[in-house]
C-alpha cells in the first residue's frame, strides 16, 4: 500500500500525466489502483490532481472502472473517490450507478460513494433523487465510520440553493427520527453477544451523534 502511494506520487510529481492513461488501462487491477491515486489520494491527507491535467479521456477510464460489474471493488473505491473531483456534467449521467453503492455491504464503498455523491446531492438539479436514498443509507447503517464522507455533502449545501439546504435538514431530521435504537449487526442472528453488545455501545450513539451533530 505505501509503496503503491509513494509511486503514485511520484507520477504526480513529475507530471507524467501520460502514464496515467496507460496504467488506467492496464491488465492489472494494483496498476490501475495506482492510477487512480495519481488522481486522488487519501494518503496522509487529500491530494488530489490539478483539474487542469484531469483530461476526459482520464474521466471516461474512470466513469468506466466505476460502471464495470467485474471490476475489483478495491479499485473502484479509489474511482469513487476521483469522481467526487470531476464535473458535475460527466458524473451526472451515471447517478443511478453510483446509488447503488450506497446500499453496497462493503461499507469503505459506501462511504467513497457519499463522496462522489455529493457535488450532486446539493444541486437543486438532483438533490430530490438523491437525498432520500442518503436517508435510508443512513438509517440502515451499521458501520459508523461509513457515514464518515457525510461532511464532503455537508460542506457543499453551504452554497446550495436554500430549498436544498431546507430538503437536507428535514432529510437528517427523518434519518435521526427513524434511526433504530437497537442495531444487528450484519451477520444476524449468528453474530457473537459481544458484536451485538458494540452495535448498541458504539454504532447507535456515534450515528446519532454524527447526524444531530450534523442539523446543529
Do not use: C
Request: charged share 20%.
Amino acid at each position: 500500500e505505501v509503496r503503491r502511494e509513494i509511486g503514485a506520487g511520484s507520477v504526480k510529481g513529475n507530471a507524467q500525466d501520460e502514464a496515467i492513461v496507460s496504467m488506467l488501462k492496464h491488465k492489472d487491477a494494483r496498476v490501475r489502483r495506482a492510477a487512480l491515486s495519481v488522481m486522488h489520494s487519501i494518503h496522509k491527507g487529500t491530494h488530489v490532481l490539478p483539474p487542469e491535467r484531469l483530461t476526459d479521456e482520464m474521466a471516461d477510464l474512470v466513469i468506466a472502472i466505476v460502471n464495470d460489474p467485474e471490476e475489483s471493488w478495491w479499485v473502484v473505491e479509489n474511482a469513487l473517490r476521483v469522481m467526487s473531483v470531476l464535473p458535475k456534467e460527466q458524473v451526472a449521467p451515471h447517478l443511478d450507478r453510483l446509488l447503488t453503492f450506497l446500499g453496497h455491504e462493503e461499507w469503505w464503498l459506501q462511504h467513497a460513494a457519499i463522496g462522489a455523491l455529493a457535488p450532486l446531492a446539493a444541486d437543486e438539479k438532483y438533490f430530490e433523487k438523491i437525498l432520500p436514498e442518503l436517508a435510508a443509507m443512513l438509517v440502515n447503517n451499521t458501520h459508523a465510520p461509513a457515514t464518515g464522507s457525510m461532511g464532503a455533502f455537508t460542506a457543499q449545501l453551504k452554497s446550495a440553493n436554500p430549498k436544498v439546504q431546507d430538503a437536507a435538514l428535514k432529510m437528517f431530521a427523518t434519518a435521526y427520527a427513524d434511526f433504530p435504537s437497537d442495531l444487528q449487526p450484519p451477520a444476524g442472528d449468528a453474530a457473537a453477544e459481544q458484536l451485538k453488545g458494540d452495535m448498541k455501545k458504539y454504532v447507535v450513539p456515534v450515528s446519532l451523534s454524527y447526524i444531530a451533530g450534523v442539523m446543529m
